[in-house]
């Protein structure tokens, strides 16, 4: 079994998620992309669109306008010029 994501989105006005996942879609300027444990490294800018963060059965999606991506060894980092959480299952 693959090791867990540590993601966290983050906002001017505060943290809007912070956790361990299994995977995290984004939408890149250069098109959508997916991130899991142990990704390369890359930073990205973002469009406007959705994240969708999956943790085994559950899925979150949160609403973003502009920012960037950032893939570490640590995990991914999201800088939302703004954000909010538009559905939970």
Not at 8 to 29: C, H, K, T
Not at 33 to 49: C, D, K, S, Y
Not at 69 to 89: F, N, R
Request: without cysteine; hydrophobic residues 50%.
């Amino acid at each position: 079994m693959a090791g867990k994501l540590h993601f966290s989105l983050v906002s001017p006005e505060r943290e809007i998620f912070a956790g361990l996942v299994d995977q995290v879609d984004a939408p890149g300027v250069e098109g959508d992309f997916g991130v899991l444990a142990a990704h390369a490294p890359f930073m990205t800018a973002l469009r406007e669109g959705a994240v969708t963060v999956i943790d085994g059965s559950s899925r979150r999606v949160f609403s973003v306008r502009g920012g960037f991506a950032d893939v570490t060894p640590a995990g991914l980092t999201i800088l939302a010029e703004a954000a909010s959480e538009v559905a939970a299952a």
